[in-house]
């Protein structure tokens, strides 16, 4: 982390968990905890048919809430989307973009990335954009220039202007879900890899802005130290999101000076 220049935030994602009736349940107990001085942003990124509830019920809470996905499109005949204008509409703040289950299960390009990427910003939202290796690219020892290629991907045609709202998510694909957590050295050195690439494409002032998170089974025993790396902004979590302890916890782990 580096609060000089750049936010930290802490985001949860719930992929497809918790019925309304659960959100409410979370949000009761979490929210007696949000008690102390924060250093860190807080978000919760939600089903689409939670959202509004939970704008309501964290609105006095300092947590924003975020969509797990959006359409590239900002209306027209795409049944079953749901538009980045929508989203901005009813007071979502960020929107996770090309997170691994979504380029796995529902052919996410990194075309399409960058088109979603474009429209959440045309929006007002900001796109929590996922890169990130899998266990084969690893061991082949391609991780770096991936994770090039999908970050310039992304970037295409997006202005130094409104790169300062993206947020950067490096999450190995080998580590979402499966309780393998890369060391913190390994997660510095991708995420401090994104930032000489944003670097070189528009300059060390927006490079050093810009929130960088790494994602992949973090919780409260290893947020510490992945969160004490210097290029490492904050997390996307996912597991440990679920539970209001476990995730207070990993925001108190963000506050370390
Ligand atoms: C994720 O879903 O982005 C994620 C990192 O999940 P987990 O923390 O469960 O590995």
């Not at 929107?95 to 399409?112: A, L, P």
Request: proline share 3%.
């Amino acid at each position: 982390m580096n609060r000089r220049y750049r936010k930290t935030i802490i985001a949860g994602n719930w992929k497809m968990n918790k019925t309304l009736t659960e959100t409410k349940a979370f949000a009761e107990e979490f929210k007696p905890l949000l008690n102390r001085p924060r250093w860190c942003d807080v978000v919760l990124c939600v089903p689409f048919v939670n959202l509004q509830a939970a704008i309501r019920l964290f609105k006095d809470s300092k947590v924003s809430i975020a969509a797990e996905n959006c359409h590239y499109e900002s209306s027209g005949a795409y049944t079953g989307e749901v538009s980045a204008e929508m989203l901005k509409d009813i007071g979502v703040k960020y929107v996770i973009i090309g997170h691994s289950e979504r380029r796995q299960y529902y052919n996410e390009t990194d075309f399409t990335v960058n088109k979603k990427v474009r429209a959440a910003l045309d929006a007002g939202l900001r796109p929590i954009i996922c890169v990130g290796e899998s266990l084969e690219q690893r061991e082949l020892g391609v991780t770096m220039e991936l994770i090039a290629y999908q970050v310039k991907c992304a970037l295409s045609g997006v202005s130094a202007e409104k790169v300062r709202h993206v947020v950067f998510a490096y999450e190995p694909i080998w580590a979402i879900g499966t309780g393998k957590t890369a060391t913190s050295q390994e997660a510095q050195d991708v995420c401090e890899f994104i930032r000489s690439i944003i670097r070189k494409l528009y300059g060390a002032r927006v490079a050093r802005a810009v929130t960088i998170q790494y994602g992949g089974s973090m919780n409260p025993k290893n947020a510490f130290e992945l969160l004490g790396q210097p290029d490492v902004d904050g997390g996307l979590i996912g597991g440990a999101s679920l539970k209001p302890d476990q995730f207070m916890e990993i925001i108190n782990a963000a506050n370390q000076d």
